[in-house]
């Protein structure tokens, strides 16, 4: 018997800042992996990005993903990876994406009640709306699974809670900095409001599906309710249009809503809540630097 087969995982898994890079190197391989492995399994290429094709082959992509890093956790800490468990994961995937519907219907009810929003028809009709869910739920859950669950959830366990929320807030914010449209101000805005507030409903939740929810709420609620922009990218679908004029401060401009000081507004303020309810149920972990499991 071969003693030796299990020491490189043991090593990974004994050293904090080592297993943060295991872990992003193989986010890294398995989404490319997932994506070619879906690209195989469909071969008829989409017309559109929302047709039917397409939403198979996302779905076929983040399930793959989302299975890869499982095993990863799996081989490497020993543990099921109830992060990701999708009995506790979707029903708050539903709870998150009513969230984040709910908070994007508020920037714009109050674009509304200043005068600097006007809805006219939409495009696409209900099977189009049916079909931009795909797209929306995709971006999150693999940004998510890098960004809260990979990235937050390491350095959670090496430098405590606060500096896991700031570091991947920050991260999450430089990501769309190539985005159209895009200003200092907008990923600013991105960091201190949406940010923040994933990393924080991750800290509560440690599950995938909070985040992720709230995030793909967020992104579908822009595009497919409201017809917006989303960090200055348009969609095909949408239940109505929206028609923004006024200050880019209050509307985000070019960028989006989520530039706008009242969605960052809104973001803090659920950020806040959220903080209380961490802090009353002692899932703050403090600030120290450890670099063992």
Not at 198 to 220: D, K, Q, T, V
């Amino acid at each position: 018997m071969n003693t030796n087969s299990g020491s490189g995982p043991k090593t990974v898994n004994r050293f904090l800042l080592l297993r943060l890079v295991y872990y992003i190197l193989a986010f890294v391989v398995s989404s490319v992996l997932a994506r070619l492995a879906s690209t195989l399994l469909v071969t008829s290429a989409p017309q559109i990005p929302h047709d039917y094709v397409a939403l198979f082959r996302n779905g076929l992509l983040i399930l793959l993903a989302l299975a890869s890093y499982g095993l990863v956790v799996r081989r490497v800490e020993k543990r099921p990876a109830t992060e990701v468990d999708p009995r506790t994961a979707i029903p708050r995937f539903a709870g998150g994406a009513l969230l984040g519907m709910s908070l994007i219907a508020l920037v714009f009810a109050a674009l509304w009640a200043f005068g600097l929003a006007r809805f006219g028809a939409g495009s696409g009709g209900p099977d189009g709306l049916l079909r931009a869910v795909a797209l929306p739920t995709v971006v999150a859950l693999l940004e998510e699974l890098l960004f809260r669950v990979v990235l937050f959830g390491m350095l959670e366990q090496i430098a405590g809670t606060m500096v896991a929320v700031i570091v991947s807030a920050a991260l999450f914010g430089l990501a769309h900095a190539a985005n159209p449209g895009v200003n200092a101000f907008d990923i600013g805005a991105l960091m201190a409001g949406l940010g923040v507030l994933l990393a924080l409903a991750y800290a509560w939740s440690h599950n995938i599906g909070l985040p992720a929810g709230i995030h793909m709420g967020w992104n579908f609620a822009q595009a497919s309710l409201f017809g917006a922009k989303v960090s200055g990218l348009d969609q095909p679908f949408s239940l109505v249009k929206a028609e923004l004029a006024g200050p880019d401060l209050l509307t985000g401009g070019t960028f989006g809503v989520e530039g706008s000081v009242i969605a960052l507004g809104l973001c803090i303020a659920v950020s806040l809540g959220l903080l209380a309810l961490i802090a009353r149920h002692r899932r703050w972990r403090s600030l120290a630097f450890r670099l063992r499991a």
